[in-house]
């Protein structure tokens, strides 16, 4: 184990010292003579306890173990106290905890040889009494420094032993958290994509049945209209006529847009994507009607992580920004898309120099079928389908804005 120098302390530290192991060597011819008695004894006194007799039910284990305490005993007469002699009561320590013997009962043995030895020790020496003491003093310090060995390699082992155990535990724990993670951001786009396709069932019912019952006495009101449109002259009547008509128009085609936003769709496709790409690639679906409206576009995109998303619907979510940005600058201005990283999050920032929104309209524009826009220039459903596909991947939408001031959308995803 490489330990010498704790080993020359210990024997330091309990002051054995070169004499007393000679004194020690002289016990040789006392030990080999009662070394089958000792064990004998010490065999017996363990046959007395339960926890230890269970040990012993093994006759291999029996010899085995007075095999090992004879010499151990012979051992105490001749000591050579290197690197050798303190790995070998390592080992003794660490047979001790393997076989599940605990120190209770191997340190009774250390009294069992206190009890055994002090006697036939005196005995030994009774012509010189003073000697006997020394012999004892010494016999008693390289004893208690086998306990002391002994304990330490015990407890060593079972240190490493729990060392190892809580390594697989943590192992283990990494392993179920992230396989509850996974499962975790499964259940969640789950959930978040039953919940939409809920709400989606919800809005295609009502408009369903506002399609059918306002589609049938929109047909007749546009039938008529046609009709009197060849029974009258006057212009101002005609124009009233195709005015009607055109409002039906109008509202049948807010209908179908409704019908074609609320149908339940297919599971979203989602798989590994940068959204620089998808940035782009809807930038340039925009890019006419922006040019047109005299509005220039500024991308500052930085190196984001990969996010887990449907690049069609994350297409929906830009192209309504964008074409609202659009609609909010009639007169040109800029549109700054920002992409980033705000913290773990991938953040895409749309922001426009347009009429801003009002203060008493923020609470609102997410509602479906709410809009700032004049009449007859929005149905109020873009910003209800962006939150909800954002819901879908896992993301949140925030807005600013201040009337004249223009507006910035933040969008935050999960980086996968």
Same mark, same amino acid.
């Given at each position: 184990?490489?330990?010498?120098?704790?080993?020359?302390?210990?024997?330091?530290?309990?002051?054995?010292?070169?004499?007393? $192991?000679?004194?020690?060597?002289d016990?040789?011819?006392?030990?080999?003579?009662?070394?089958? %008695?000792?064990?004998?004894?010490?065999?017996?006194?363990?046959?007395?306890?339960? @926890?230890?007799?269970?040990?012993?039910?093994? @006759?291999?284990?029996q010899?085995?173990?007075?095999?090992?305490?004879?010499?151990?005993?012979?051992?105490?007469?001749? @000591?050579?106290?290197?690197?050798?002699?303190?790995?070998?009561?390592?080992?003794?320590?660490?047979?001790? *905890?393997?076989? %599940?013997?605990?120190?209770? #009962?191997? +340190?009774?043995?250390?009294?069992?040889?206190h009890? +055994?030895?002090?006697?036939?020790?005196?005995?030994?020496?009774?012509?010189?009494?003073?000697?006997?003491?020394?012999? $004892?003093?010494?016999?008693?310090?390289?004893?208690?420094?086998?306990?002391?060995?002994?304990? /330490?390699?015990?407890?060593?082992?079972?240190?490493?032993?729990?060392?190892?155990?809580?390594?697989?535990?943590?192992?283990?724990?990494?392993?179920?958290?992230r396989?509850? *993670?996974?499962?975790g951001?499964?259940? !969640?786009?789950?959930?978040e #994509?039953?919940?939409?396709?809920?709400?989606?069932?919800?809005?295609?019912? $009502?408009?369903?049945?506002?399609?059918?019952?306002?589609?049938?006495?929109?047909?007749?009101?546009? =039938?008529?209209?046609?009709?009197?449109?060849?029974?009258?002259?006057?212009?101002?009547?005609? #124009?009233?006529?195709?005015?009607?008509?055109?409002?039906?128009?109008?509202?049948?085609?807010?209908?179908?847009?409704?019908?074609k936003?609320?149908?339940?769709?297919? !599971?979203?496709?989602?798989a590994?994507?940068?959204?620089?790409? &998808?940035?782009?690639?809807?930038?340039?679906?925009?890019?006419?009607? +922006?040019?047109?409206?005299?509005?220039?576009?500024?991308?500052?995109?930085?190196?984001? /992580?990969?996010?887990?998303?449907?690049?069609?619907?994350?297409?929906?979510?830009? +192209?309504?920004?964008?074409?609202?940005?659009?609609?909010a600058?009639?007169?040109?201005?800029?549109?700054? &898309?920002?992409?980033?990283?705000?913290d773990?999050?991938?953040?895409v920032? &749309?922001?426009?120099?347009?009429?801003?929104i009002? /203060?008493?309209?923020?609470?609102?524009?997410?509602?479906?079928?709410?809009?700032?826009?004049?009449? =007859?220039?929005?149905?109020?459903? %873009?910003?209800?389908?962006?939150?909800?596909?954002v819901?879908e991947?896992? =993301?949140? &939408?925030?807005?600013?804005?201040?009337?004249?001031?223009?507006? /910035?959308?933040?969008? !935050?995803?999960?980086?996968?």
């Open positions: 184990m490489g330990r010498t120098d704790d080993e020359g302390l210990r024997f330091t530290y309990l002051k054995l010292e070169p004499h007393e $192991l000679e004194l020690l060597r016990l040789q011819p006392l030990i080999e003579e009662r070394a089958d %008695g000792f064990v004998a004894a010490f065999y017996r006194h363990l046959l007395s306890f339960g @926890p230890t007799r269970d040990h012993l039910r093994d @006759p291999e284990v010899q085995r173990l007075l095999s090992k305490q004879r010499e151990y005993l012979l051992s105490l007469a001749a @000591p050579t106290c290197d690197h050798a002699f303190y790995r070998n009561r390592c080992e003794i320590g660490e047979a001790h *905890e393997r076989v %599940g013997l605990e120190p209770r #009962w191997f +340190l009774g043995a250390y009294a069992i040889y009890a +055994l030895f002090t006697p036939a020790i005196m005995e030994f020496y009774a012509h010189d009494p003073g000697r006997g003491v020394d012999t $004892l003093v010494a016999f008693q310090k390289l004893v208690n420094y086998d306990c002391q060995v002994v304990m /330490e390699a015990y407890i060593e082992r079972q240190q490493r032993d729990l060392e190892a155990l809580t390594e697989e535990l943590a192992k283990a724990s990494r392993q179920l958290t396989e509850f *993670e996974d499962q951001r499964e259940l !969640r786009e789950t959930r #994509w039953a919940q939409a396709a809920a709400e989606r069932v919800e809005v295609a019912t $009502l408009v369903a049945g506002l399609a059918h019952e306002i589609g049938t006495p929109m047909g007749v009101i546009q =039938g008529h209209a046609k009709l009197l449109e060849s029974a009258v002259s006057n212009e101002d009547a005609v #124009w009233r006529l195709r005015t009607i008509q055109e409002q039906i128009g109008r509202i049948s085609k807010i209908i179908r847009a409704l019908l936003m609320s149908r339940p769709e297919t !599971r979203p496709r989602y590994p994507l940068k959204l620089d790409s &998808v940035l782009d690639t809807t930038l340039s679906f925009v890019s006419e009607k +922006l040019s047109r409206r005299a509005v220039s576009v500024v991308r500052r995109f930085e190196p984001v /992580e990969t996010i887990r998303g449907d690049t069609e619907r994350l297409q929906q979510i830009f +192209l309504n920004l964008f074409l609202n940005a659009a609609d600058m009639p007169d040109g201005g800029e549109l700054v &898309v920002s992409l980033g990283m705000d773990d999050m991938v953040e920032l &749309v922001a426009d120099t347009g009429v801003g009002a /203060e008493k309209d923020m609470p609102r524009v997410f509602e479906p079928f709410f809009t700032t826009k004049p009449a =007859g220039q929005g149905t109020g459903l %873009g910003l209800m389908v962006v939150r909800t596909i819901s991947h896992g =993301g949140q &939408v925030e807005v600013e804005s201040r009337h004249g001031s223009g507006t /910035e959308f933040s969008i !935050r995803f999960p980086s996968y």
